[in-house]
């Protein structure tokens, strides 16, 4: 196997610079895919630190983190409304576009296949929130229903999860102010996520 040519590599990934996230809403302050890649990887720290993972589970799931939405590099980011109504086809993309960015990096590509895991998505809600958060203290009040529709995600998603992981997933909640789920209208339809 020829030795990677991580140039390449790290070219394409710098795209995930230009890939502006929350696309379909007005914003104030746009976030690219690369800045919500950090703040998931500062999330999977926390929650596996509070999690007592050992640190080489840390290193494989905040280089998970990193990695997590790479092929937007070249797919972009398309809205998750969009995502789940275009099943066939989407995954076949995903995979085109992770070989294609990944042939001169083989050995990191693992990293990217093993995004799904909770603790990453469960990070990667805490980021979405983190921003939609952001948005409406600065006035955005078109993220007011998101931002509700992330707490209540949260905390349903944190109820069927593993029990320390999901414990520590409210907990962390608490730690940064966001109220009991039961404190958000309750929440019929997620139509922005």
Not at 112 to 136: Q, R
Request: proline share 4%; aromatic share 8%; glycine share 4%.
């Amino acid at each position: 196997m020829p030795e990677p040519r991580y140039s390449r590599f790290v070219q394409k990934l710098r795209g995930m610079d230009c890939v502006v996230r929350w696309n379909q809403h007005p914003r104030i302050k746009d976030e690219n895919v690369a800045q919500h890649s950090f703040h998931v990887a500062v999330f999977v720290l926390i929650l596996g630190k509070m999690s007592g993972l050992d640190e080489a589970q840390l290193h494989y799931l905040v280089t998970c983190a990193l990695l997590h939405d790479t092929e937007e590099s070249i797919t972009s980011d398309l809205p998750a409304l969009i995502k789940r109504r275009v099943t066939d086809g989407w995954s076949e993309l995903v995979s085109i576009a992770t070989a294609e960015l990944y042939e001169d990096a083989e050995p990191l590509k693992k990293y990217a296949l093993d995004s799904e895991l909770l603790i990453i998505k469960m990070a990667d809600a805490f980021a979405a929130l983190m921003y939609a958060d952001t948005e409406v203290a600065m006035g955005n009040t078109l993220f007011v229903q998101i931002r509700a529709e992330l707490i209540w995600r949260i905390y349903d998603k944190a109820k069927k999860m593993e029990q320390t992981l999901g414990k520590n997933a409210m907990q962390l909640m608490q730690n940064l102010g966001f109220p009991e789920a039961m404190s958000v209208p309750e929440i019929n339809e997620i139509s922005h996520l």
